[in-house]
Nanobody, 124 residues
Framework: QVQLVESGGGLVQAGGSLRLSCAASGLTISNYRMGWFRQAPGKEREFVTAINCSGGSTYYADTVKGRFTISSDNAKNRVYLQMNSLKPEDTAVYYC?????????????????WGQGTQVTVSS
């Protein structure tokens, strides 16, 4: 049974930083592309970033490029999201997800496994 468990969310002031962690079990992340999505109240879930855990290629939404960094620790089967220069518009529930390499990272329905999410709130 695949489980993705996010942690590290919380309340932070604008300009601050947070580091999210996603612990995977039931799958080996080096065989998957891992990603982070977010969903703000009243809005659709949106792609934030993804990483090919074997090879290291990364993808970022324009809204977070230069501020967020995704990384993976294959030995620990964990994925991380370092978020710097946070803005109030980054406030959302952040979800960890996994897909196969031949899936399209920008197609939401092609992400196969999801975590329960962790709340990130950025105050102005």
């Amino acid at each position: 049974q695949v489980q993705l468990v996010e942690s590290g969310g919380g309340l932070v002031q604008a300009g601050g930083s947070l580091r999210l962690s996603c612990a995977a079990s039931g799958l080996t992340i080096s065989n998957y592309r891992m990603g982070w999505f977010r969903q703000a109240p009243g809005k659709e879930r949106e792609f934030v970033t993804a990483i090919n855990c074997s090879g290291g290629s990364t993808y970022y939404a324009d809204t977070v490029k230069g501020r967020f960094t995704i990384s993976s620790d294959n030995a620990k089967n964990r994925v991380y999201l370092q978020m710097n220069s946070l803005k109030p518009e980054d406030t959302a529930v952040y979800y960890c997800a996994a897909q196969y390499y031949n899936d399209k990272h920008y197609v939401l329905r092609e992400w196969r496994y999801w975590g329960q999410g962790t709340q990130v709130t950025v105050s102005s």
